[in-house]
Structures are given as C-alpha cells and as structure tokens.
C-alpha cells in the first residue's frame, strides 16, 4: 500500500463509487422510486461505504482507518441485505439485482482484503 496516496487509487474505493452510482440509477427505476424510505435507505448505505473509506483514508492513522474500514464493510453488508429484500418485494428485476449484488461482492470483498492485508501487517 506504499504507493497508494490518494484515497482514489484504492481499488475498494473504485468499487464502492461504482457501486454507489448504480444504486442511485437504478433506485429511480420501477417500483423502488415511490418507496422513499427504502430508495434513500440503500442510497445511504452505498454512499457510505465509499464515503468511510475515503473518510478513514484521509485519518492517516492505521487504526482510525481500520475503524473506518469496518464501518464500510458494514454499510456493504447493509445494502446486500437490502437487496433481498427489494428481490423479495420485486421492486426491481432479477438483472438489476443481480448486477447490484454482483457489485457489492466485489466492493465487500475488496474492503476485506485491505482490511486483512492492514491487520496482518
């Protein structure tokens, strides 16, 4: 991670905003864009999984931004949970949900490893 320094060039980063880009695109489709509470819920959790990553980057403390990092995996775990429940209430088709679940996999999955490259350290 030496030669990482802007939180941009972290690949979990990357993932999250485009993660977080979908979400909003697609929560304007069908069902989902009338439930206002559940829209801006997802929204929120997508937001702030890059949000705490680029928030914990910028603490420059190790430990802060392993605080930050949990809290993201969190709001990752948090908007696939969500997306099951929009599967459950078909608020979107299978196409959509799969391309977002698919996403968010990857963003949890690359949050993880930097958070396990950062404790092992």
Do not use: H, P
Request: aromatic share 10%; hydrophobic share 40%.
């Amino acid at each position: 991670m030496a030669n990482i320094k802007r939180f941009e060039d972290l690949e979990c980063w990357r993932s999250a905003r485009k993660l977080t880009k979908e979400v909003f695109l697609i929560s304007d489709k069908g069902k989902l864009d009338k439930d206002f509470e559940i829209k801006n819920q997802i929204r929120s959790a997508a937001l702030s999984i890059m949000n705490n990553i680029a928030e914990g980057f910028g603490r420059y403390s190790e430990k802060e931004f392993i605080r930050f990092l949990n809290v993201a995996q969190s709001s990752g775990l948090e908007v696939k949970s969500m997306l099951y429940l929009l599967e459950d209430l078909n608020y979107l088709n299978q196409d959509d949900i799969g391309n977002l679940m698919q996403e968010v996999n990857k963003t949890i999955s690359l949050t993880l490893g930097l958070l396990r490259y950062l404790n092992n350290k």
